[in-house]
C-alpha cells in the first residue's frame, strides 16, 4: 500500500493566519490526492480532490498543490470555523490510504 | 448531494460479527460506488472496502479479507457492511461514503453519520 505522511501533526496558529500543511506519498500519486476537514464527532469533509480542486461549496481560503509524491494544502488566512484536523488521502490506486492527520489549534 | 444514513451503535462480544447498513437517499444509488472507512479513537481513517452496487463486485483492503463482507440492496438503497470475528482493536467508527463521480479511482464526497462499534467482553 502506499504510505501517507502529513507534517506537522500538530499547528497552533491565529485567526488570520496562513497555515501550510505537507502530505508525501511512498510512491508518485501523479494528482490523485484529496484533503479532507474533519471535526470532533462528524465525518471527514471533502474539501480539495485531484490535489488542486476545490470541491463545490467549500472557500477559496482553501487550497491545494503539488503533484508526484509531495503535496500541500494551504488556509490563506484562518478563520474559527477552521480549527480541525485535516487529512490527505491518495486514490491513484485501488487501496485508498489516509495521511495520520493534522490538527490546527488555536494559539 | 446524497445523503447516507447509518445505523445506530452497537456493543459486541470478541468473536461475535457485526452488520452496519447505510441508506442512500436518491435515485442515483448504482451510478456511484460505496466505500466503507472506519476510524479507531485518535486515529486517521482506515478504508476498508468498495462496492458497485449496479453489479454487486467488491474489493477489501488486504487486512479484512475472510472478515469483511459488504453487500447492496438496490430496492432499499442501502449497502451493508459485516465484520466477522471481531476482536478489541476493531472498536471504532465505521463510516459509509461515497466516491465522487463514476470512476473508481475517486475521493469521497458524502458521509455517512458514523456508526460506533465497542468490542468489549
Known amino acids: 500500500d502506499i504510505q501517507m505522511t502529513q507534517s506537522p501533526s500538530t499547528l497552533s496558529a491565529s485567526v488570520g493566519d496562513r497555515v501550510t500543511i505537507t502530505c508525501r506519498a511512498s510512491q508518485s500519486l501523479y494528482s490523485w490526492l484529496a484533503w479532507y476537514q474533519q471535526k470532533p464527532g462528524k465525518a471527514p469533509k471533502l474539501l480539495i480532490y485531484?490535489?488542486?480542486d476545490l470541491e463545490s461549496g467549500v472557500p477559496s481560503r482553501f487550497s491545494g498543490s503539488g503533484s508526484g509524491t509531495e503535496f500541500t494544502l494551504t488556509i490563506s488566512s484562518l478563520q474559527p470555523d477552521d480549527f480541525a484536523t485535516y487529512y490527505c488521502q491518495q486514490y491513484s490506486t485501488n487501496s485508498w490510504t489516509f495521511g495520520q492527520g493534522t490538527k490546527v489549534e488555536i494559539k | 448531494q446524497v445523503q447516507l444514513v447509518q445505523s445506530g451503535a452497537e456493543v459486541k462480544k470478541p468473536g461475535a460479527s457485526v452488520k452496519v447498513s447505510c441508506r442512500a437517499s436518491g435515485n442515483t444509488f448504482t451510478n456511484y460506488f460505496m466505500h466503507w472507512v472506519r476510524q479507531a479513537p485518535g486515529q486517521g481513517p482506515e478504508w476498508m472496502g468498495i462496492?458497485?452496487?449496479?453489479?454487486?463486485?467488491?474489493d477489501y483492503a488486504e487486512k479484512f479479507q475472510g472478515r469483511l463482507s459488504v453487500t447492496a440492496d438496490t430496492s432499499t438503497t442501502t449497502v451493508f457492511m459485516e465484520l466477522s470475528r471481531l476482536r478489541s482493536e476493531d472498536t471504532a467508527v465505521y463510516f459509509c461514503a461515497r466516491g465522487k463521480g463514476v470512476v473508481i479511482t475517486a475521493p469521497f464526497d458524502s458521509w455517512g453519520q458514523g456508526t460506533l462499534v465497542i468490542v468489549s467482553s
Open positions: 462496492i458497485n452496487p449496479s453489479g454487486s463486485s467488491t
Open positions: 485531484k490535489a488542486s
